[in-house]
């Protein structure tokens, strides 16, 4: 089954713990990208990344950190969680074709708290 | 910078009604137009992606439309039924995708 998996799914730490959210498709697509969902705010983009060894900033990419050394897994990376990053972050992740990135597949979701 | 809007925030419907969510966009250099269904508490499900020489896609009940040089999309549910009550995203892609706040959406039984 085609899918994006995202672990955990929950997850409440403390300030300053480092923390890593794994992303892995099974498409073999190019693109992954990350985001976090809040109230009044929508999704906004963190990190995106067209291939391996490939990233670039989305709009909100500061307390964040991000890697691509294969191509189907895109960690995200919490050096040093802080409490205004408590959120709901999707991983997706798309084929390139000629026309761009192509129909975008997401993940379920992570729900972080961050006390 | 590329802003996405959506209207209306929530749209409260009776079953069978026919409806239009609204899409626009600033900046007309996207590579295409996605929207995406999402349920509370879940990740987003794409519906339809039109890329940027397309009009129009169809998928069952949904039809959605693009007109770039506008920038605005279109999404029109056909007789809607309360298993469509979810809330409804667009997002335009340029490499960076830009996301609509989103149409909340009830359908009344």
């Known amino acids: 089954e085609a899918q994006v998996t995202q672990n955990p799914r929950y997850l409440i730490t403390v300030t300053g713990k480092k923390l890593t959210v794994t992303c892995s498709q099974n498409?073999?697509?190019?693109?992954m990208s990350w985001y976090r969902q809040d109230p009044g705010l929508g999704l906004r983009q963190i990190y995106y990344?067209?291939?391996?060894?490939?990233?670039d900033k989305g709009d909100v990419p500061e307390g964040y950190k991000v890697s691509r050394k294969e191509k189907r897994n895109f960690p995200l990376i919490l050096e040093s969680p802080s409490p205004n990053q408590t959120s709901l972050y999707f991983c997706?992740?798309?084929?390139?074709?000629?026309?761009?990135?192509?129909?975008?597949?997401f993940g379920e979701g992570s729900r972080l708290t961050v006390l | 910078k590329q802003e996405v809007t959506q209207i209306p925030a929530a749209l409260s419907v009776p079953e069978g009604e026919n409806l239009v969510l609204n899409c626009s966009f600033t900046?007309?250099?996207?590579?295409?137009l996605q929207w995406f269904r999402q349920d509370p508490g879940k990740g987003l499900t794409s519906l339809l992606l039109?890329?940027?020489?397309?009009r129009e896609q169809t998928s069952g009940r949904l039809n959605a439309s693009l007109d770039k040089s506008s920038g605005r999309s279109t999404l029109y549910i056909a007789a809607s039924q309360p298993g469509d009550s979810a809330t409804y995203l667009c997002?335009?892609?340029?490499?960076?995708?830009?996301f609509g706040a989103g149409t909340r959406l009830t359908v009344k039984p």
């Open positions: 997706a992740s798309s084929h390139i074709g000629t026309g761009g990135t192509g129909e975008l597949f």
């Open positions: 498409m073999n697509h190019e693109y």
């Open positions: 990344s067209m291939n391996v060894e490939v990233t």
């Open positions: 900046d007309s250099a996207i590579y295409n």
């Open positions: 039109i890329q940027s020489s397309q």
């Open positions: 997002a335009v892609s340029n490499n960076d995708m830009r």
